[in-house]
């Protein structure tokens, strides 16, 4: 009776079998590992993609919050011309003095100060009034002295405003005299030629 030893065959079947099975790991893991880069691929462009739109909306953002800024700016500008506006048309209802000082006091009112009445009488005027600060106030006299309408503007008093109110307010009170345009021409020359006259004494 022939005996055959089949030993070796089924080793090496089995290792054919083994490396088989590796290749087919090999392949199954290099599948994996590439469907997991081409995932991270789109994923990373996906995020690249919104932080380019982020970048997109916070500059349109930033565009709108300056096109707002400037619209709120006008609104107030607006608004204190509005206050001027108002001023003239109390105080012309009122007849309150000549119309050109009403036109001047109200253009040269600044932004921060409010003026709560004006008397004239022989040709002295004094205004009353509210100011956010002293400097506001000498502001004012300063741009109603360089007006043709008024010389002499002096302040009379300021104090500290004991009306209840959000913002703390300086009381005011200030004086100056009505001068026609052609009247301040002529002192200004008067003054200049005395000027000269003393530097070429």
Same mark, same amino acid.
């Given at each position: 009776?022939?005996?055959?030893?089949?030993?070796?065959?089924?080793?090496?079947?089995?290792?054919?079998?083994?490396?088989?099975?590796?290749?087919?790991?090999?392949?199954?893991?290099?599948?994996?590992?590439?469907?997991?880069?081409?995932?991270?691929?789109?994923?990373?462009?996906?995020?690249?993609?919104?932080?380019?739109?982020?970048?997109?909306?916070?500059?349109?953002?930033?565009?709108?919050?300056?096109?707002?800024?400037?619209?709120?700016?006008?609104?107030?500008?607006?608004?204190?011309?509005?206050?001027?506006?108002?001023?003239?048309?109390?105080?012309?209802?009122?007849?309150?003095?000549?119309?050109?000082?009403?036109?001047?006091?109200?253009?040269?009112?600044?932004?921060?100060?409010?003026?709560?009445?004006?008397? @004239?009488?022989?040709?002295?005027?004094?205004?009353?009034?509210?100011?956010?600060?002293?400097?506001?106030?000498?502001?004012?006299?300063?741009?109603?002295?360089?007006?043709?309408?008024?010389?002499?503007?002096?302040?009379?008093?300021?104090?500290?405003?004991?009306?209840?109110?959000?913002?703390?307010?300086?009381?005011?009170?200030?004086?100056?005299?009505?001068?026609?345009?052609?009247?301040?021409?002529?002192?200004?020359?008067?003054?200049?030629?005395?000027?000269?006259? @003393?530097?070429?004494?």
């Amino acid at each position: 009776m022939i005996r055959i030893n089949l030993l070796p065959v089924r080793t090496s079947r089995k290792r054919e079998t083994a490396l088989r099975q590796l290749f087919l790991a090999g392949v199954g893991l290099a599948l994996v590992g590439g469907g997991v880069a081409y995932a991270h691929l789109g994923i990373s462009e996906e995020v690249e993609t919104a932080q380019r739109r982020n970048t997109e909306l916070d500059a349109e953002i930033a565009d709108l919050k300056k096109q707002i800024g400037q619209v709120e700016e006008f609104e107030k500008k607006k608004e204190a011309l509005q206050k001027k506006l108002d001023i003239i048309k109390t105080l012309k209802s009122r007849k309150t003095g000549p119309v050109h000082m009403l036109d001047e006091i109200a253009i040269r009112v600044p932004e921060k100060v409010w003026i709560t009445s004006i008397s @004239e009488a022989n040709k002295k005027v004094t205004l009353t009034g509210a100011a956010i600060n002293n400097e506001v106030i000498a502001d004012f006299i300063t741009s109603l002295d360089e007006s043709q309408y008024f010389e002499d503007v002096y302040l009379v008093s300021t104090q500290q405003s004991n009306k209840k109110a959000t913002l703390k307010l300086k009381d005011f009170s200030l004086t100056a005299r009505m001068i026609s345009p052609e009247e301040k021409k002529a002192k200004v020359q008067t003054i200049g030629a005395e000027i000269e006259a @003393e530097e070429g004494g």
